[in-house]
Protein backbone atom coordinates (compact mmCIF):
# COMPACT_ATOMS: atom_id res chain seq x y z
CA UNK A 1 0.00 0.00 0.00
CA UNK A 2 1.43 3.69 -1.25
CA UNK A 3 1.95 5.93 1.50
CA UNK A 4 -1.06 8.33 -0.15
CA UNK A 5 -3.18 5.55 0.05
CA UNK A 6 -2.27 4.83 3.81
CA UNK A 7 -3.01 8.48 4.53
CA UNK A 8 -6.72 7.73 2.58
CA UNK A 9 -7.26 5.06 4.86
CA UNK A 10 -6.58 6.76 8.25
CA UNK A 11 -8.18 9.86 7.34
CA UNK A 12 -11.50 7.53 6.42
CA UNK A 13 -11.01 5.43 9.69
CA UNK A 14 -10.81 8.43 12.06
CA UNK A 15 -14.12 9.73 9.86
CA UNK A 16 -16.38 6.08 10.96
CA UNK A 17 -16.22 5.09 6.92
CA UNK A 18 -15.28 1.78 8.06
CA UNK A 19 -16.54 -1.48 9.93
CA UNK A 20 -13.62 -3.02 10.23
CA UNK A 21 -9.72 -2.87 9.29
CA UNK A 22 -6.97 -5.47 8.93
CA UNK A 23 -3.57 -4.70 9.91
CA UNK A 24 -0.65 -6.17 9.65
CA UNK A 25 1.19 -6.81 13.68
CA UNK A 26 4.43 -5.08 12.08
CA UNK A 27 2.15 -1.93 11.35
CA UNK A 28 0.24 -2.01 14.11
CA UNK A 29 3.95 -1.93 16.44
CA UNK A 30 4.87 1.22 14.82
CA UNK A 31 4.05 4.62 17.12
CA UNK A 32 2.14 6.46 14.24
CA UNK A 33 -0.12 3.85 13.82
CA UNK A 34 -0.81 3.60 18.48
CA UNK A 35 -1.38 7.19 17.78
CA UNK A 36 -3.92 6.56 15.63
CA UNK A 37 -5.57 3.69 17.60
CA UNK A 38 -5.71 6.43 20.44
CA UNK A 39 -7.37 8.62 18.25
CA UNK A 40 -9.55 6.14 17.05
CA UNK A 41 -10.51 5.10 20.52
CA UNK A 42 -11.25 8.47 21.57
CA UNK A 43 -13.44 9.41 18.97
CA UNK A 44 -15.55 7.12 16.89
CA UNK A 45 -14.32 4.16 18.98
CA UNK A 46 -12.75 0.69 18.94
CA UNK A 47 -15.47 -2.20 18.98
CA UNK A 48 -13.24 -5.29 19.00
CA UNK A 49 -9.40 -6.61 18.37
CA UNK A 50 -9.49 -9.50 16.35
CA UNK A 51 -6.20 -11.28 16.37
CA UNK A 52 -5.61 -13.92 13.79
CA UNK A 53 -3.12 -16.68 13.04
CA UNK A 54 -2.58 -16.33 16.68
CA UNK A 55 0.02 -19.45 16.52
CA UNK A 56 2.86 -16.94 15.26
CA UNK A 57 3.20 -15.64 18.89
CA UNK A 58 4.87 -19.20 19.71
CA UNK A 59 8.24 -18.77 20.08
CA UNK A 60 8.65 -22.61 19.29
CA UNK A 61 5.89 -22.71 16.34
CA UNK A 62 6.35 -23.23 12.65
CA UNK A 63 5.64 -19.46 11.72
CA UNK A 64 7.13 -17.90 14.60
CA UNK A 65 6.90 -13.54 14.22
CA UNK A 66 8.61 -11.41 17.20
CA UNK A 67 5.83 -8.48 16.44
CA UNK A 68 2.79 -11.39 17.76
CA UNK A 69 4.41 -11.02 21.08
CA UNK A 70 4.08 -7.48 21.38
CA UNK A 71 0.58 -7.58 20.88
CA UNK A 72 0.18 -8.41 24.50
CA UNK A 73 0.00 -4.25 24.43
CA UNK A 74 -3.92 -3.92 23.47
CA UNK A 75 -4.64 -5.38 26.58
CA UNK A 76 -2.26 -2.59 28.76
CA UNK A 77 -3.25 0.45 26.29
CA UNK A 78 -7.06 -0.89 25.44
CA UNK A 79 -8.13 -3.02 28.88
CA UNK A 80 -12.08 -2.84 27.88
CA UNK A 81 -11.87 -3.47 24.38
CA UNK A 82 -12.70 -7.14 23.70
CA UNK A 83 -10.15 -9.02 21.95
CA UNK A 84 -10.18 -12.39 20.15
CA UNK A 85 -7.36 -14.70 19.17
CA UNK A 86 -7.73 -17.19 16.56
CA UNK A 87 -5.81 -19.85 15.14
CA UNK A 88 -6.30 -23.34 12.80
CA UNK A 89 -3.13 -24.96 13.96
CA UNK A 90 -2.25 -24.71 17.40
CA UNK A 91 -1.57 -28.08 19.60
CA UNK A 92 -2.10 -27.76 23.56
CA UNK A 93 1.14 -26.39 24.24
CA UNK A 94 1.06 -23.43 21.30
CA UNK A 95 -2.68 -22.76 22.70
CA UNK A 96 -1.03 -22.49 26.28
CA UNK A 97 1.59 -19.61 24.77
CA UNK A 98 -0.97 -17.87 22.91
CA UNK A 99 -2.88 -17.28 26.32
CA UNK A 100 0.11 -16.41 28.45
CA UNK A 101 1.33 -14.08 25.38
CA UNK A 102 -1.72 -12.20 24.56
CA UNK A 103 -2.52 -11.72 28.20
CA UNK A 104 -5.94 -14.10 27.69
CA UNK A 105 -5.44 -15.86 31.23
CA UNK A 106 -9.33 -15.17 32.32
CA UNK A 107 -10.75 -16.36 28.23
CA UNK A 108 -12.79 -18.78 27.07
CA UNK A 109 -11.43 -21.51 24.85
CA UNK A 110 -13.39 -23.00 21.96
CA UNK A 111 -11.73 -25.72 20.11
CA UNK A 112 -13.63 -27.04 17.23
CA UNK A 113 -12.56 -30.38 15.97
CA UNK A 114 -9.19 -30.13 13.57
CA UNK A 115 -10.81 -32.91 11.05
CA UNK A 116 -10.83 -31.69 7.12
CA UNK A 117 -12.32 -34.82 6.59
CA UNK A 118 -12.81 -33.66 2.50
CA UNK A 119 -9.31 -34.03 2.45
CA UNK A 120 -7.52 -37.02 1.31
CA UNK A 121 -3.87 -37.45 2.74
CA UNK A 122 -1.56 -38.91 0.36
CA UNK A 123 2.43 -39.41 1.19
CA UNK A 124 4.57 -41.54 -1.39
CA UNK A 125 8.20 -42.78 -1.88
CA UNK A 126 9.94 -39.68 -3.55
CA UNK A 127 11.85 -41.25 -6.91
CA UNK A 128 11.73 -38.77 -9.85
CA UNK A 129 8.93 -36.03 -7.98
CA UNK A 130 8.42 -34.03 -11.03
CA UNK A 131 7.02 -36.75 -12.73
CA UNK A 132 5.46 -38.22 -9.76
CA UNK A 133 3.33 -34.79 -9.51
CA UNK A 134 2.61 -34.50 -13.09
CA UNK A 135 0.90 -37.88 -13.15
CA UNK A 136 -0.52 -36.72 -9.79
CA UNK A 137 -2.10 -33.98 -11.28
CA UNK A 138 -2.98 -34.86 -15.00
CA UNK A 139 -4.79 -38.13 -13.12
CA UNK A 140 -7.04 -36.58 -10.54
CA UNK A 141 -6.46 -32.35 -10.77
CA UNK A 142 -6.31 -31.74 -14.41
CA UNK A 143 -7.78 -28.40 -15.18
CA UNK A 144 -8.20 -27.81 -11.66
CA UNK A 145 -6.76 -24.61 -9.07
CA UNK A 146 -3.49 -26.36 -7.18
CA UNK A 147 -0.89 -24.89 -5.05
CA UNK A 148 2.66 -26.92 -5.33
CA UNK A 149 5.23 -26.18 -2.12
CA UNK A 150 8.69 -26.01 -3.19
CA UNK A 151 11.86 -25.61 -0.31
CA UNK A 152 13.67 -23.19 -2.51
CA UNK A 153 12.99 -19.93 -4.49
CA UNK A 154 15.04 -21.20 -7.30
CA UNK A 155 13.02 -24.60 -7.37
CA UNK A 156 9.50 -22.87 -7.53
CA UNK A 157 10.34 -20.94 -10.69
CA UNK A 158 11.95 -24.13 -11.87
CA UNK A 159 8.76 -26.30 -11.18
CA UNK A 160 6.51 -23.34 -12.29
CA UNK A 161 8.48 -23.12 -16.23
CA UNK A 162 8.15 -27.27 -16.30
CA UNK A 163 4.79 -27.70 -15.88
CA UNK A 164 3.89 -25.26 -18.34
CA UNK A 165 6.36 -27.21 -21.00
CA UNK A 166 3.96 -29.86 -20.09
CA UNK A 167 1.08 -28.57 -20.12
CA UNK A 168 -0.30 -27.25 -16.98
CA UNK A 169 -1.34 -23.96 -16.23
CA UNK A 170 1.71 -23.05 -13.67
CA UNK A 171 2.92 -19.52 -12.40
CA UNK A 172 5.68 -19.18 -9.79
CA UNK A 173 5.35 -16.97 -6.18
CA UNK A 174 8.02 -16.08 -3.52
CA UNK A 175 8.83 -13.33 -1.57
CA UNK A 176 12.29 -12.51 -3.97
CA UNK A 177 10.01 -12.34 -6.78
CA UNK A 178 9.14 -8.69 -8.37
CA UNK A 179 6.32 -7.16 -6.20
CA UNK A 180 4.25 -6.22 -9.00
CA UNK A 181 4.64 -9.72 -10.80
CA UNK A 182 3.88 -11.56 -7.14
CA UNK A 183 0.89 -9.35 -6.76
CA UNK A 184 -0.29 -10.18 -10.49
CA UNK A 185 0.02 -13.92 -10.11
CA UNK A 186 -1.52 -13.94 -7.08
CA UNK A 187 -4.30 -11.93 -8.56
CA UNK A 188 -4.35 -14.64 -11.93
CA UNK A 189 -4.82 -17.38 -9.26
CA UNK A 190 -7.63 -16.03 -6.94
CA UNK A 191 -9.68 -14.71 -10.02
CA UNK A 192 -8.97 -17.55 -12.80
CA UNK A 193 -10.17 -21.07 -12.74
CA UNK A 194 -7.37 -23.97 -12.92
CA UNK A 195 -4.35 -22.13 -12.10
CA UNK A 196 -1.61 -23.78 -10.14
CA UNK A 197 0.53 -21.88 -8.20
CA UNK A 198 4.05 -23.21 -6.63
CA UNK A 199 5.09 -21.25 -4.22
CA UNK A 200 7.27 -21.43 -1.23
CA UNK A 201 5.35 -21.13 2.42
CA UNK A 202 5.72 -17.55 1.71
CA UNK A 203 2.52 -17.86 -0.45
CA UNK A 204 -1.02 -18.81 1.71
CA UNK A 205 -1.41 -16.51 4.51
CA UNK A 206 -4.35 -14.55 4.04
CA UNK A 207 -5.33 -16.70 0.70
CA UNK A 208 -8.94 -17.38 0.81
CA UNK A 209 -9.73 -19.12 -2.58
CA UNK A 210 -12.44 -22.16 -1.40
CA UNK A 211 -11.83 -24.33 -4.78
CA UNK A 212 -8.38 -25.21 -4.45
CA UNK A 213 -8.87 -28.93 -5.30
CA UNK A 214 -4.90 -29.99 -4.04
CA UNK A 215 -2.12 -28.88 -1.98
CA UNK A 216 1.22 -30.74 -2.78
CA UNK A 217 4.79 -31.07 -1.73
CA UNK A 218 7.63 -31.47 -3.24
CA UNK A 219 9.53 -30.81 -0.45
CA UNK A 220 9.37 -31.57 3.28
CA UNK A 221 7.84 -29.16 5.55
CA UNK A 222 9.39 -28.29 9.23
CA UNK A 223 6.45 -29.79 11.21
CA UNK A 224 3.32 -31.21 11.21
CA UNK A 225 1.95 -27.85 12.50
CA UNK A 226 3.42 -26.58 9.15
CA UNK A 227 1.93 -29.67 7.10
CA UNK A 228 -1.56 -29.21 8.72
CA UNK A 229 -1.49 -25.38 7.78
CA UNK A 230 -0.12 -25.54 4.20
CA UNK A 231 -2.79 -28.92 3.00
CA UNK A 232 -5.90 -27.06 4.42
CA UNK A 233 -5.88 -24.84 1.96
CA UNK A 234 -7.85 -27.21 0.28
CA UNK A 235 -10.97 -28.13 -0.69
CA UNK A 236 -12.31 -24.69 1.53
CA UNK A 237 -15.53 -25.15 -0.14
CA UNK A 238 -16.03 -28.17 1.62
CA UNK A 239 -16.26 -30.59 -1.99
CA UNK A 240 -13.29 -33.30 -2.17
CA UNK A 241 -9.42 -32.62 -2.18
CA UNK A 242 -6.29 -33.98 -1.65
CA UNK A 243 -3.12 -33.40 0.06
CA UNK A 244 -0.23 -34.78 -1.54
CA UNK A 245 3.40 -35.10 -1.12
CA UNK A 246 6.41 -37.13 -2.43
CA UNK A 247 8.79 -37.82 0.59
CA UNK A 248 12.16 -39.13 0.66
CA UNK A 249 15.54 -39.41 2.81
CA UNK A 250 16.92 -36.52 1.40
CA UNK A 251 14.52 -34.37 2.69
CA UNK A 252 15.02 -35.68 6.07
CA UNK A 253 18.79 -35.19 5.71
CA UNK A 254 18.01 -31.62 4.07
CA UNK A 255 15.38 -30.89 7.06
CA UNK A 256 18.59 -31.86 9.43
CA UNK A 257 21.20 -29.76 8.27
CA UNK A 258 18.68 -26.58 8.01
CA UNK A 259 18.22 -27.11 11.26
CA UNK A 260 21.56 -27.83 12.69
CA UNK A 261 23.37 -24.73 10.14
CA UNK A 262 20.95 -22.20 11.66
CA UNK A 263 21.29 -19.46 14.01
CA UNK A 264 18.95 -20.32 16.88
CA UNK A 265 20.24 -21.61 20.28
CA UNK A 266 20.07 -25.40 21.83
CA UNK A 267 16.71 -25.49 23.08
CA UNK A 268 14.90 -24.63 19.63
CA UNK A 269 17.48 -27.02 17.66
CA UNK A 270 16.01 -29.46 20.28
CA UNK A 271 12.70 -28.69 19.78
CA UNK A 272 12.84 -28.02 15.87
CA UNK A 273 14.20 -32.18 15.11
CA UNK A 274 11.38 -32.80 17.76
CA UNK A 275 8.69 -30.90 15.56
CA UNK A 276 10.41 -32.74 12.48
CA UNK A 277 10.61 -36.46 14.24
CA UNK A 278 6.96 -35.84 14.07
CA UNK A 279 6.88 -35.21 10.54
CA UNK A 280 8.65 -38.01 10.02
CA UNK A 281 6.77 -40.19 11.83
CA UNK A 282 3.42 -39.38 9.93
CA UNK A 283 5.27 -40.09 6.82
CA UNK A 284 6.57 -43.07 7.90
CA UNK A 285 3.05 -44.45 9.33
CA UNK A 286 1.70 -47.89 8.79
CA UNK A 287 -1.49 -46.63 10.32
CA UNK A 288 -3.86 -43.85 9.57
CA UNK A 289 -2.37 -40.52 8.74
CA UNK A 290 -5.57 -38.40 9.99
CA UNK A 291 -5.82 -40.44 13.12
CA UNK A 292 -1.69 -39.43 13.64
CA UNK A 293 -2.15 -35.81 12.75
CA UNK A 294 -5.17 -35.36 14.80
CA UNK A 295 -3.60 -37.20 17.52
CA UNK A 296 -0.62 -34.34 17.33
CA UNK A 297 -3.32 -31.95 18.12
CA UNK A 298 -4.85 -34.09 20.95
CA UNK A 299 -8.04 -35.32 18.89
CA UNK A 300 -9.02 -38.76 19.06
CA UNK A 301 -10.48 -40.65 16.10
CA UNK A 302 -11.08 -43.50 14.22
CA UNK A 303 -9.35 -44.51 11.18
CA UNK A 304 -10.75 -42.40 8.37
CA UNK A 305 -10.70 -44.57 5.19
CA UNK A 306 -9.89 -41.50 3.03
CA UNK A 307 -6.25 -41.61 3.41
CA UNK A 308 -3.51 -43.65 1.41
CA UNK A 309 -2.92 -45.95 3.98
CA UNK A 310 -6.23 -46.78 4.74
CA UNK A 311 -7.32 -46.85 1.12
CA UNK A 312 -4.02 -49.08 0.05
CA UNK A 313 -2.95 -50.60 3.65
CA UNK A 314 1.41 -50.72 3.23
CA UNK A 315 2.96 -54.00 4.54
CA UNK A 316 4.71 -54.40 7.31
CA UNK A 317 7.51 -57.36 7.96
CA UNK A 318 10.37 -57.71 10.51
CA UNK A 319 12.93 -56.04 9.21
CA UNK A 320 14.95 -56.37 12.80
CA UNK A 321 17.99 -58.44 10.76
CA UNK A 322 18.17 -55.92 7.41
CA UNK A 323 18.35 -53.38 10.18
CA UNK A 324 21.48 -54.63 11.72
CA UNK A 325 23.00 -55.77 8.15
CA UNK A 326 22.53 -51.44 7.68
CA UNK A 327 23.71 -50.25 11.00
CA UNK A 328 26.47 -52.27 10.95
CA UNK A 329 27.88 -51.47 7.87
CA UNK A 330 27.52 -47.84 8.59
CA UNK A 331 29.63 -48.20 11.71
CA UNK A 332 32.56 -50.56 9.38
CA UNK A 333 32.43 -47.90 7.22
CA UNK A 334 33.79 -45.64 9.76
CA UNK A 335 30.24 -43.58 10.31
CA UNK A 336 30.88 -41.08 7.61
CA UNK A 337 29.38 -41.98 4.13
CA UNK A 338 25.92 -41.27 3.01
CA UNK A 339 23.51 -43.68 2.29
CA UNK A 340 24.34 -44.43 -1.34
CA UNK A 341 27.93 -45.57 -0.49
CA UNK A 342 26.90 -47.57 2.68
CA UNK A 343 23.94 -49.21 -0.32
CA UNK A 344 26.67 -49.78 -2.76
CA UNK A 345 29.11 -51.48 -0.03
CA UNK A 346 25.88 -53.46 1.30
CA UNK A 347 24.83 -54.50 -2.56
CA UNK A 348 28.43 -55.44 -3.56
CA UNK A 349 28.69 -53.06 -6.08
CA UNK A 350 32.35 -53.00 -7.57
CA UNK A 351 33.03 -48.67 -7.72
CA UNK A 352 35.89 -46.69 -8.03
CA UNK A 353 35.35 -45.18 -4.11
CA UNK A 354 34.66 -48.53 -2.59
CA UNK A 355 38.12 -50.11 -3.79
CA UNK A 356 39.70 -46.62 -2.77
CA UNK A 357 38.90 -46.98 0.74
CA UNK A 358 39.17 -50.81 0.39
CA UNK A 359 35.03 -51.50 1.47
CA UNK A 360 35.27 -54.56 -0.33
CA UNK A 361 37.37 -56.55 2.05
CA UNK A 362 34.61 -55.64 4.96
CA UNK A 363 32.57 -58.38 6.57
CA UNK A 364 29.32 -56.72 4.96
CA UNK A 365 30.20 -56.27 1.21
CA UNK A 366 27.66 -58.19 -0.49
CA UNK A 367 25.50 -58.98 2.27
CA UNK A 368 22.55 -56.92 1.44
CA UNK A 369 21.92 -58.43 -2.00
CA UNK A 370 17.86 -60.18 -0.93
CA UNK A 371 16.94 -56.09 -1.51
CA UNK A 372 18.03 -53.79 -4.52
CA UNK A 373 18.53 -50.65 -4.27
CA UNK A 374 15.30 -48.82 -4.01
CA UNK A 375 14.44 -51.19 -1.20
CA UNK A 376 17.32 -50.26 0.99
CA UNK A 377 16.89 -46.47 0.29
CA UNK A 378 13.07 -47.35 1.58
CA UNK A 379 15.11 -48.93 4.85
CA UNK A 380 17.94 -46.58 5.61
CA UNK A 381 14.30 -43.51 5.31
CA UNK A 382 13.07 -45.15 7.77
CA UNK A 383 16.07 -46.19 10.19
CA UNK A 384 16.49 -41.93 9.99
CA UNK A 385 12.95 -41.01 10.43
CA UNK A 386 12.79 -43.82 13.64
CA UNK A 387 15.99 -42.51 15.07
CA UNK A 388 18.34 -45.39 14.89
CA UNK A 389 20.59 -43.39 11.91
CA UNK A 390 21.67 -39.50 12.63
CA UNK A 391 23.08 -37.58 9.96
CA UNK A 392 26.58 -36.01 10.88
CA UNK A 393 26.35 -32.39 9.38
CA UNK A 394 29.37 -31.19 10.12
CA UNK A 395 30.79 -34.24 8.62
CA UNK A 396 29.39 -33.80 5.00
CA UNK A 397 26.26 -35.74 5.47
CA UNK A 398 27.66 -38.93 6.95
CA UNK A 399 24.89 -41.49 8.45
CA UNK A 400 26.24 -42.16 12.42
CA UNK A 401 24.45 -44.37 14.77
CA UNK A 402 22.57 -43.23 17.64
CA UNK A 403 21.99 -44.44 20.87
CA UNK A 404 18.73 -45.64 20.08
CA UNK A 405 21.19 -47.99 17.91
CA UNK A 406 22.45 -50.25 20.16
CA UNK A 407 19.72 -52.47 21.50
CA UNK A 408 18.84 -53.25 17.43
CA UNK A 409 22.10 -54.22 16.65
CA UNK A 410 22.55 -56.26 19.56
CA UNK A 411 19.10 -58.27 19.07
CA UNK A 412 17.48 -56.77 21.72
CA UNK A 413 14.93 -54.77 20.65
CA UNK A 414 12.85 -55.90 16.99
CA UNK A 415 12.17 -53.96 14.42
CA UNK A 416 9.26 -53.62 12.15
CA UNK A 417 9.61 -51.53 8.48
CA UNK A 418 6.94 -50.82 6.19
CA UNK A 419 7.47 -52.71 2.33
CA UNK A 420 8.26 -51.19 -0.29
CA UNK A 421 5.59 -51.52 -2.52
CA UNK A 422 4.31 -49.98 -6.07
CA UNK A 423 1.39 -47.63 -5.72
CA UNK A 424 -1.40 -47.92 -8.24
CA UNK A 425 -2.69 -44.64 -9.48
CA UNK A 426 -6.31 -43.63 -8.20
CA UNK A 427 -7.51 -41.49 -10.84
CA UNK A 428 -10.88 -38.79 -10.72
CA UNK A 429 -10.34 -38.45 -6.75
CA UNK A 430 -13.32 -36.29 -6.78
CA UNK A 431 -15.76 -39.11 -7.49
CA UNK A 432 -13.78 -42.02 -4.93
CA UNK A 433 -14.00 -39.59 -2.12
CA UNK A 434 -17.47 -38.11 -2.88
CA UNK A 435 -18.69 -40.21 0.35
CA UNK A 436 -15.53 -38.12 2.73
CA UNK A 437 -16.84 -34.73 1.09
CA UNK A 438 -20.96 -35.17 2.00
CA UNK A 439 -19.85 -36.67 5.13
CA UNK A 440 -17.93 -33.28 6.05
CA UNK A 441 -21.31 -31.20 5.16
CA UNK A 442 -23.38 -33.85 7.46
CA UNK A 443 -21.46 -33.36 10.72
CA UNK A 444 -21.43 -29.27 10.10
CA UNK A 445 -17.73 -29.16 9.39
CA UNK A 446 -16.96 -25.87 7.88
CA UNK A 447 -13.07 -26.10 6.33
CA UNK A 448 -12.04 -22.22 6.48
CA UNK A 449 -13.74 -22.35 10.44
CA UNK A 450 -11.19 -21.61 12.93
CA UNK A 451 -9.96 -24.07 14.34
CA UNK A 452 -9.50 -22.69 18.11
CA UNK A 453 -10.93 -18.95 19.05
CA UNK A 454 -9.86 -17.62 22.73
CA UNK A 455 -11.32 -14.65 23.72
CA UNK A 456 -12.46 -11.88 26.97
CA UNK A 457 -15.54 -10.60 24.88
CA UNK A 458 -18.92 -11.34 26.34
CA UNK A 459 -22.35 -10.61 25.11
CA UNK A 460 -24.54 -11.48 21.94
CA UNK A 461 -21.71 -9.79 19.16
CA UNK A 462 -19.11 -12.30 20.38
CA UNK A 463 -21.52 -14.66 20.98
CA UNK A 464 -21.87 -14.46 16.77
CA UNK A 465 -18.27 -14.20 16.26
CA UNK A 466 -17.97 -17.65 17.55
CA UNK A 467 -19.73 -19.06 14.29
CA UNK A 468 -18.01 -17.28 11.88
CA UNK A 469 -15.58 -18.28 8.84
CA UNK A 470 -12.05 -16.94 9.60
CA UNK A 471 -11.42 -13.99 7.92
CA UNK A 472 -14.81 -13.03 7.44
CA UNK A 473 -15.35 -11.40 10.88
CA UNK A 474 -19.24 -10.22 10.10
CA UNK A 475 -19.72 -9.73 6.59
CA UNK A 476 -19.07 -5.95 7.16
CA UNK A 477 -19.53 -4.71 3.46
CA UNK A 478 -16.64 -1.40 4.67
CA UNK A 479 -13.93 -2.50 5.50
CA UNK A 480 -9.92 -1.49 4.76
CA UNK A 481 -6.49 -3.13 4.50
CA UNK A 482 -3.35 -1.92 6.30
CA UNK A 483 -0.26 -3.81 5.15
CA UNK A 484 3.29 -3.52 5.98
CA UNK A 485 4.70 -0.78 3.18
Known sequence: MSAEAALAVERGLLAGDYDLIYVAPERLMLARFQALLDQLAAGPGLALFAIDEAHCVSQWGHDFRP????????????????????????????RAEIVDKLRLHDARQFVSSFDRPNIRYRIIDKANARNQLLAFIRDGHAG????????SRRKVEETAEWLVEH????????????TALRRRNQDRFLREDGIVMT?????GMGIDKPDVR?????DLPKSIEGYYQETGRAGRDGAPAEAWMAYGLSDAVQQRRMIEEGDADPAFKRLAHARLDELLALCESATCRRQRLLAHFAEASAPCGNCDVCLEPPETWDGTETAQQALSCVYRTGQRFGAGHVIDVLLGHDTERIRQWGHESL??????????????????????????LDVDHAGYGGLRLTSVSRPVLKGEQTLTLRRQVARKRVKEVRRASAHAGSGCRRRG??????????????????????HLPRRHFGGHRRSASENPG
Do not use: N
Open 67 to 94: EYIQLSILAERFPAVPRIALTATADPET
Open 167 to 178: GIQALPYHAGMD
Open 363 to 388: STYGIGKALDEKEWRAVFRQLVALGL
Open 199 to 203: ATIAF
Open 144 to 151: EAGIVYCL
Open 214 to 218: FVAHL
Open 445 to 466: VVPALARMALGDCQGTRCARLR
